[in-house]
């Protein structure tokens, strides 16, 4: 059984339907990647599974647990991290204080600050500025500081949003590095990207959303070789 | 150059002639500085030209802006001699006009003006460009004369029970009427004086420890403010007690509303709601009168008030739990106004006594040691607001406070993360409801009586006003902004029709030229500051390559 199956869920927005019926698994330790274009529902389908959405129809389960019913805060502490789209840290706050309240959930005091400096071995660059309010990291940085928030939790799915938009090419591929090697410390990511090609080359497998339905599906490579994602989003 | 320094100084004179016609300034008139020698409104219209000059460039321009201020007055002053406009404008009286010319008549009047306004243009561009070293003397100076002078009844109050040196200093400074102009040239060089050496000793301390412990710094500016806090009330009799005790009461508030606003971002404009039940708790559980439930004292009355002011912030939350931003200022605002529009209902009258209130609330005691004078009571408000403050700045370093910061920035992300947003939500509502609710229980036992009237939209007004201009989400601040918004006010009754007019010129001033507040906390500081920090940084690291740990 997959550690996440998402099940025919619809969502509405209101009286339109966003999702209409979106079935998918995601297995342990996979990065499986959402690709489509703008309004195609990826975005959406992350906010179901992470809770702050519910879906009207169909169900979401974790590890076997159905997460209907549960706030966004419960599905949190049950191990699935959303990371947001767009640079969404605690601007008003510390780099150090955006990591520890990364770990929120968690009682281990010990353990929160072996994984911070873990963190910091990760991501040198956050070591520099640990002091420093979040708000005034550059553009990678907060990528890297939102990535590194969402790991404190020690999730063990990982739901990322657009985690190379509006990034300098160099910066992009930095962050698709940093994908990897989350996931091969153990983590499951569920991935949403405009960048198809960078996100099925590094991922398991892909599901192609067009407007709220799943087009196509397969391994990454395949996808990225198929003539109708060719020409629909790679140009 | 010429164009913006001209207008420049007509926007300040149309400020001037502003005050003038709402009569602000003939009342500041009444109020001597320096006996014979400088009114309060005097100085007002010197330090408009002053301001003008200050913003501009160069003598000649600070001079032309400070002359151009003078523009609009003269022009006041033209059009008050050629048509009676005292029947429209009743401030725009002759009084007006005497204070204006100088009593010497319009054209002297109208050189005096343009003139006057010329130098204090050009002292106020001199000072703008001056050494540090200058402005430290005169700025100190200038305050304390002014302070001397505008508080003379109440510092001669207090100074009268004294005897020996600090008699005859009093006697030196002041005449029966006010500060004389010996006093006030004493008070101004010795405020000078003492300015320069403080200054020179802290800087010759920053400069030694190279890295000045900025913390301790204000810990024992805090502890100065703190002890004269405690002393004041005690020199300054009942009256100072009465403003200092209304201040605690709004510190209290403040530190409330703070949990809410500063820290959790939830705008509330209902926040007298909670003052009046703590109010109304007190005196259900303790009056004298037909209408108290129980016959408590006031040292168990007054737990439960707070307990009821959280459960009724905790019920205020949950309708605006989903509400956000604008919106909820408006929600929270109409909450507010239910619960007076119901206490003062007939339909709550045979239990809240309507409109004519609960009366005959008793003065609580210490064993047979009643706190019936404002000082006492002013001493149960400082030690309350000393447990707050306590339990304000732990909350803001736990958990919960934690909680708080991450969903006023991002609520979405919050969750993610695993924050209970509601739960989150109902605890900024009940805890700052707390602080309310305690003020409210000293308020009735201050008063003895409880109106609904006392519950306006106002007052919500007053506190949020006093967090933003203290700085928000810092604690120093709000006492700070007690001070300057409610206690000062309080000082100059007179001019108490123009307090909000006072209240606005003072918020749109500190928006511009100060926007973190008077004592900003840590965070916000930062943040408003943070690109010459981030320079400053960027700095340090080129220097000092970062250590491997």
């Not at chain 2, 004389?180 to 020179?200: D, K, P």
């Not at chain 2, 002890?227 to 209290?252: A, D, E, F, H, K």
């Not at chain 2, 003895?448 to 919500?460: E, G, H, K, M």
């Amino acid at each position: 059984m997959a550690l996440l199956e998402v099940a025919d869920i619809h969502v509405f927005y209101d009286k339109i339907e966003a999702l209409k019926g979106i079935s998918l698994a995601v297995e342990e330790r996979e990065i499986v990647t959402l690709v489509g274009g703008n309004g195609a529902g990826k975005s959406t389908t992350l906010r179901a599974i992470s809770g702050l959405l519910h879906p009207r129809q169909g169900s979401i389960r974790f590890a076997g647990r159905s997460l209907a019913g549960l706030g966004a805060h419960e599905i949190a502490a049950g191990g699935v991290v959303h990371i947001p789209e767009g640079r969404r840290i605690f601007g008003r706050l510390t780099v150090n204080e955006n990591l520890e309240l990364g770990a929120f959930t968690r009682r281990d005091r010990r353990d929160v600050a072996t994984d911070k400096e873990q963190m910091l071995v990760l991501f040198p660059r956050l070591r520099e500025r640990l002091k420093q309010l979040a708000g005034t990291l550059s553009g990678g940085e907060q990528q890297m500081l939102a990535a590194a928030r969402a790991l404190m939790a020690r999730p063990r799915v990982l739901l990322m949003d657009e985690p190379s938009m509006g990034l300098a090419p160099m910066l992009v591929e930095q962050v698709f590095e940093t994908i990897g090697r989350i996931n091969q410390q153990g983590v499951t990511i569920l991935l949403v990207e405009q960048n198809a090609p960078m996100a099925l080359g590094i991922a398991n497998r892909g599901y192609v959303l067009e407007s709220g339905r799943i087009v196509l599906d397969g391994p990454g490579r395949d996808l990225l070789d198929d003539e109708r994602v060719r020409r629909a989003y790679l140009g | 150059m010429m164009r913006r320094a001209a207008l420049i100084g007509l926007a300040f004179g149309a400020g001037a002639v502003h005050l003038a016609a709402v009569g602000v300034l003939l009342a500041m008139h009444q109020r001597w500085i320096i006996v014979e020698a400088l009114t309060l409104g005097q100085a007002a219209l010197l330090l408009l030209a002053g301001g003008a000059g200050a913003m501009t460039r160069g003598p000649v321009m600070g001079a032309l802006a400070g002359a151009a201020a003078g523009v609009p007055v003269v022009a006041l002053l033209a059009a008050m001699s050629l048509v009676p406009l005292n029947s429209i404008f009743i401030a725009l009286s002759h009084d007006l006009f005497n204070m204006l010319t100088l009593g010497v008549g319009l054209a002297a009047g109208v050189a005096i003006l343009i003139g006057g306004g010329a130098i204090a243009g050009l002292v106020g561009v001199l000072l703008s460009n001056s050494s540090q070293m200058v402005r430290r003397a005169i700025f100190p100076g200038a305050i304390s004369v002014v302070v001397a002078g505008v508080f003379q009844e109440l510092i001669q109050l207090m100074l009268q029970q004294y005897e020996g040196p600090v008699g005859d200093f009093r006697d030196f400074i002041y005449t029966w009427e006010g500060l004389s102009l010996q006093g006030a040239i004493a008070i101004f060089v010795l405020a000078a004086l003492l300015s320069e050496v403080f200054g020179f000793i802290w800087r010759m301390r920053a400069e030694r420890t190279a890295s000045h412990d900025h913390r301790r710094e204000r810990m024992v500016r805090a502890g100065i403010a703190l002890l004269i806090l405690v002393l004041l009330p005690m020199l300054g009799g009942s009256y100072v007690g009465q403003v200092l005790m209304l201040v605690g009461l709004y510190i209290l508030m403040g530190m409330g509303l703070n949990l809410e606003v500063g820290l959790a971002g939830l705008l509330d404009l209902g926040f007298v709601a909670f003052f009046a039940v703590g109010a109304y708790s007190t005196a259900l559980l303790t009056a004298g009168s037909a209408h108290a439930l129980m016959h408590l004292p006031y040292w168990a009355a007054m737990p439960v008030s707070v307990l009821l002011a959280v459960a009724v912030g905790v019920l205020f939350g949950l309708p605006v739990l989903g509400v956000r931003g604008d919106y909820l200022a408006v929600a929270t605002m109409g909450l507010g106004e239910i619960v007076r529009v119901i206490v003062q209902s007939d339909f709550a009258a045979p239990l809240l006594g309507g409109a004519q209130g609960i009366l005959e609330i008793p003065k609580p005691s210490i064993g047979n040691f009643v706190l019936g004078n404002p000082v006492s009571l002013f001493y149960l408000t400082l030690v309350a607001s000393a447990v707050a403050a306590f339990v304000a700045w732990r909350l803001e370093n736990s958990r919960l406070g934690r909680a708080w910061e991450a969903l006023r920035d991002d609520e979405d992300v919050a969750q993610a993360l695993g924050i209970n947003l509601v739960r989150a939500k109902l605890l900024a509502y009940g805890l700052g409801a707390a602080f309310a609710g305690l003020a409210g229980s000293i308020f009735a036992t201050m008063l003895t009586s409880v109106y609904p009237s006392s519950f306006q939209l106002l007052i919500s007004i007053n506190v949020l006003a006093l967090i933003i201009v203290g700085g928000m989400g810092s604690l120093p601040g709000v006492v700070l902004g007690s001070i300057v918004l409610i206690g000062l006010p309080e000082l100059l009754r007179e001019f108490g029709e123009y307090r909000y007019l006072f209240y606005g010129a003072v918020l749109i001033v500190m928006m511009r030229l100060r926007p973190e507040g008077l004592w900003p906390s840590d965070v916000r500081q930062r943040e408003l500051h943070a690109e010459d920090e981030t320079l400053a940084l960027d700095a340090g690291t080129d220097a000092v390559p970062a250590q491997p740990r």
